[in-house]
């Protein structure tokens, strides 16, 4: 993750915008973009805004012609009649101009990602964060929550990569929030609900991928926020459900264990997805929500 300033966020959002002005693809798609880029490479090449890096296999140079992409791909953005790959107003002028080959509907850009990304995930995270950026209307989305009310009655250790007490040899990928049945259980980050519904293991379990290309995971909950939704986006501290000890067994199966949040973290780099540890992020965010108290 990068630490971003405030002039730099207003300087990629007017390129963002302006690029929208000039292709019709609204700007949030490329705030997107920018962002998934933004996770998945170590850096950020020098002298530039925004993160995105298109493959050299897919940019149209002045002198050599693209296999994959249509005219227009490669085009200069910036009116000096060179494309640039390393120029942000070329990259997103080209990238705007291939997405507008495809059409302009939410369906012709999650085509055109598809096209150009070819992995599935990429492009429901690079969807469902434009939606978020479309709802919020910035870029600057920084806030974090505890998962559970601070005035509840609850404990957490860190117990991430032990041996599980129930569910044969898997190491556990989480940290265990005990609480009482029925306590809410919020949302800890902006992001888009991805998954919801019943896993043996997991019992009633949700799953929210971030802007960061990371997905929470909080499972055995006693039920849903009435009416919560796969592709919902959700803020830090809504109430996404409550806790409860359900899982080990068929749908329903509750009580096998106290009653706790399972919340995990995996973080995706483009290519696989991975478990860390969520402790030291929890400790944060309990700080930080007591600050803010
Ligand atoms: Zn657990």
Redesign the pocket.
């Known amino acids: 993750m990068y630490n971003v300033s405030a002039s730099e966020e207003s300087e990629r959002m007017s390129l963002y915008k302006k690029t929208s002005a000039v292709t019709n693809i609204p700007w949030y798609y490329f705030a997107a973009i920018d962002q998934y880029e933004r996770q998945i490479h170590d850096e950020i090449p020098e002298g530039r805004v925004t993160a995105i890096q298109p493959d050299p296999l897919f940019w149209r140079g002045v002198n050599e012609p693209s296999m994959f992409f249509p005219d227009g791909w490669g085009a200069s953005g910036n009116d000096d009649a060179k494309a640039e790959m390393t120029n942000d107003e070329d990259i997103l002028w080209s990238l705007g101009n291939y997405i507008k080959s495809y059409g302009t509907t939410k369906d012709d850009i999650r085509i055109a990602l598809w096209n150009y990304y070819k992995r599935d995930l990429t492009v429901q995270t690079i969807m469902n964060t434009a939606q978020v950026f479309k709802k919020f209307q910035t870029v600057s989305l920084t806030d974090r929550d505890f998962p559970l009310p601070l005035e509840a009655n609850y404990s957490y250790n860190n117990?991430w990569g032990d041996v599980?007490g129930f569910g044969g040899r898997r190491i556990?990928?989480?940290?265990?929030i005990f609480a009482n049945y029925g306590v809410p259980v919020k949302s800890t980050t902006y992001g888009v609900v991805e998954m919801k519904g019943w896993n043996k293991y997991g019992g009633w379990r949700i799953g929210i991928r971030d802007i960061y290309n990371i997905y929470h995971y909080y499972?055995?909950l006693n039920g849903f926020k009435d009416g919560i939704k796969v592709g919902d986006v959700v803020k830090p501290g809504d109430v996404i459900g409550s806790v409860g000890a359900t899982g080990y067994g068929p749908p329903g199966t509750s009580g096998k264990f106290p009653p706790?949040l399972?919340?995990?973290m995996y973080k995706d780099n483009g290519e696989h997805e991975w478990s860390f540890d969520p402790y030291p992020y929890l400790k944060k965010w309990e700080k930080l929500a007591r600050k803010s108290q």
């Open positions: 117990t599980r556990h990928e989480g940290t265990d499972a055995h706790h399972h919340y995990g």
